[in-house]
């Protein structure tokens, strides 16, 4: 987000609020840096480490008699990341095969959200859409039949048209962004165990919050609470493609080794892990902007999130973004603050600075403080 980046204090504060959904000790170990990424820097870095990776076999016992054994250990793993960023900034242009393979978006979830912004939305007219996607069929379902929201604890709703009348509009408002992120998650965030909570987590706060101020400023609250939520799909974005690529590309190089028969090489390739820094630049670098380019490739009619989307990636300062954008970028703040202040990582000054950033009062701050903005409570009759 720009309004962060435009202040090298709030930048490294934001930064260590990624470097925290990564994992606390890599988080930690960022507090006391000052490292937020620089774009033309990183491409001659980008460059140089792509010369270094020429004819690499060949050379390898050179280097090994000029330098030694931890300077290849060295040389391999630089080589290997170099080319993993090259893989990762290919599939990063194209916005197709992101839409459509590493997030797998399918074009019922824009519609049915499109559709439930209408004044005169109703069930009826999303219940074909719905019943078209696998997965939302199963959690509608699985929905209606948990004890708390069961009229009748001897009925079980096995039909996904029936569990939608039941949930019924206004749940519905909350229930299909909730679902619609959740299914676009990684499917696993291994080695970082609970990134993946955390990305989920931080999405739901952002939507929550945002909803809260909505309702206090008189704004829409299904159209605050959807573009919180949606807000997060370029992190999803980067984290399934890095550790997709990574994986794809480790596995294969480590048996490229053995099949060859090379030992060292397949020694010291076994034994390279993911490289949170990396990952941290490229969430750093891309994330707001590419929810924008996804959000605008759904291509929504009556949903007015995609203004307040691109705000957020590009907008410079708070006053200059959409009324919504305003309210989302507040909540990203403050729940970036409530996640760093819990695990001792932020300071009084610093914490003044990233919720000044976005003109978040003392009176919002205490509403959300408040708030739930954890759970969503559904209201079933």
Known sequence: MQIFENNQTVATVYQRAFSLSICKDFAEKQSGKVSMVDHQGSEQENRRRELLSVEVQAQQEKIIAEHGEEHFRKQIKQNFFSRLRT??????????????YILGIEDACPAILDILSARAASVNQIKDLAASLSWLTIDLISLVNKPQYRKRADVQVTDAKLALSYIGLDNLKLVMPT????????TSTAPYGLMKRKLWNDSLSIALASRVLAKEQGLDEFTAFTTGMLSNIGRLAVTRCYLTKFTEMHKKEVRDAFEKKDKRLHNVLSKIETSEELLLEQLIMRSSQLSADLIEKMHFKRLAITEPIFD??????????HPIAQLVAKAKAYVAFRALAKAELINNDESKLLLSTVNLTPAEITLLKKSDIDHIKLNFN
């Not at 893989?87 to 459509?100: G, P, Q, R």
């Not at 679902?179 to 990684?186: A, E, M, Q, V, Y």
């Open 87 to 100: 893989k990762i900034n290919s599939d990063f242009d194209n916005k197709e095969h992101l839409y459509h």
């Open 312 to 321: 957020l990636a590009y907008a410079e300062s708070i006053e200059k973004m």
């Open 179 to 186: 679902f619609t992120l959740k299914h676009w998650l990684p």
